[in-house]
């Protein structure tokens, strides 16, 4: 059974820092490409970054590019989302997903929130 | 504002068939698969239709998708209280490089 357990959000500061991280298992996790998804406060879902089983290419939403980083250690099944430069308006809910057949989630986690607040 | 577009709102009664619609363009609907997802939100979303028209096991086959052209349909059949959720259309938009997901729908079943 497909299990994403996410983690490392919190409350920062305008222009801070902060890493996610999703927790893998019931799945070959090298294997599959990872996206993570974000969903403001009374908005809809909005894919932010998707990267390859071997990370041999990655993608971004425009909103996040050159801020964000996403990356995966295989060998701990775990994926991370390194963010820098943040602003109030990329307060949401975060979630890992696993790709189903290059570039689309089929399974989710359950999400971690990240707000950005002075 | 999303490049593909839904309804912000659907409804209908227990037993009645709705539909969804999502409309995009030749860089996303047009030339790669669509998916609907079903959220709660707070939840994990679920994974309700891949590849235009196909049904993960487990998914009622209450629910049924479609494409034609630019555009896409959800079609939920035998409306039930529990489908009362907000339902996204995603494809990949290949000038964008990236996943674009409708601006959702709210079902309400009245």
């Known amino acids: 059974q497909v299990h994403l357990v996410e983690s490392g959000g919190g409350v920062v500061q305008p222009g801070g820092s902060l890493t996610l991280s999703c927790a893998a298992s019931g799945f070959t996790f090298s294997t599959y490409g990872m996206h993570w998804v974000r969903q403001a406060p009374g908005k809809g879902l909005e894919w932010v970054a998707f990267?390859?089983?071997?990370?041999?290419?990655?993608y971004y939403a425009d909103s996040v590019k050159d801020r964000f980083t996403i990356s995966r250690d295989n060998s701990k099944n775990t994926l991370y989302l390194q963010m820098n430069s943040l602003r109030a308006e990329d307060t949401a809910l975060y979630y890992c997903?696993?790709?189903?057949?290059?570039?689309?989630?089929?399974?989710w986690g359950q999400g971690t929130q990240v707000t950005v607040s002075s | 504002q999303s490049v593909v577009t839904q309804p912000p709102s659907a409804s209908g009664t227990p037993g009645q068939r709705v539909t969804i619609s999502c409309s995009g363009s030749?860089?996303?609907?047009?030339?790669?698969?669509v998916y609907w997802y079903q959220h709660l939100p707070g939840t994990a979303p679920k994974l309700l239709i891949y590849?235009?028209?196909q049904r993960p096991s487990g998914v009622p086959d209450r629910f049924s998708g479609s494409k034609s052209g630019t555009s896409a349909s959800l079609a939920i059949s035998g409306l039930r209280s529990e489908d009362e959720a907000d339902y996204y259309c995603a494809a990949w938009d290949d000038s964008l490089s990236g996943l674009v997901f409708g601006g959702g729908t709210k079902l309400t079943v009245l």
């Open positions: 997903a696993k790709d189903l057949y290059s570039h689309y989630p089929d399974y």
């Open positions: 990267m390859r089983s071997d990370g041999s290419s990655k």
């Open positions: 590849r235009n028209n």
């Open positions: 030749s860089s996303n609907i047009g030339s790669n698969y």
